[in-house]
């Protein structure tokens, strides 16, 4: 195992692991950590330990007297401005970090599906198309972990019914696409309803409802929409949703749009 100060590369794929477990799974035990330290020779204290200090630069954990253990370095906190300066540059960086630390490492994506791209899944196509899956991979997993794998909205916690939705949508803004401050944890109808402007958040988080949706006489609306009005959500333990970026959805994309 190595001894030492630890390397950029090594502080990036524990930042990249931490942002996509519970924080509440940050220990030696968890699997995830135990191959992560051997890949890179540490041992899994070490790793957890790590991904603790990382914590300690989280607003999202600290607000809430959780202050991981409070040893981040310098090194520390230069990977954490760089995730969040560019997050898909990272997420795939990251990515080939760790097949360089691995050379049999194969990335646990999702099933291909249809997408957008064409059948021909050779050469630069095929590369375009598994960065995508990279990047939205990385992106549901950071979103899904910080709720809880639950639904902000409804508490619904089946991750088959679970969406990482896009505050901003992902055409909309490139530089924050798989910025975790950007994501909600949503069920599938709950997703499709704030992708449409029919319900949105304020700035504190509680949920809006348009009159478009409100005034629909129909026992659906009744049982599942109007319940949540004005209920704030379920916040998550790290990446609380940006304000900026609830700012926009409400001017942007909610039907009862307002200008703030």
Known sequence: MATGLWTKEQVKLAFHLYCQIPFGRIHSRNPEIVDLGKVIGRTADA??????????LDPAITSTGRSGLGNASALDRAVWDEFHSDWERLALECQ????????????????EGDGDLSNDFTGE??????????????????????????????????????????????????????????GLCLSAIHDRAFDKGLISLSDEGRVMLSEELRKRDEDFVRTIFLPI?????????????DIKFLRVHRNSIFLDAVQT
Not at 96 to 111: I, T
Not at 149 to 169: E, F, K, N, Q, T
Request: glycine share 2%; charged share 25%.
């Open 47 to 56: 790793v957890a330990m790590k991904m603790s200090n990382i914590a300690s």
């Open 96 to 111: 080939l970090l760790r097949q360089q630390f691995d050379s049999s490492y194969v990335a646990d994506l999702p099933p």
């Open 125 to 182: 196509t095929r590369q375009v198309f598994t960065a995508q899956r990279i990047k939205q991979h990385f992106f549901r997993r950071a979103v899904l972990s910080s709720y809880r794998s639950r639904c902000c909205m409804s508490g619904l916690a089946d991750p088959r019914l679970l969406i990482a939705s896009h505050i901003v949508p992902w055409s909309s803004d490139r530089a924050n696409r798989l910025n975790p401050r950007n």
């Open 229 to 241: 009005e004005n209920q704030t959500i379920e916040m998550p333990e790290r990446f609380r949703p």
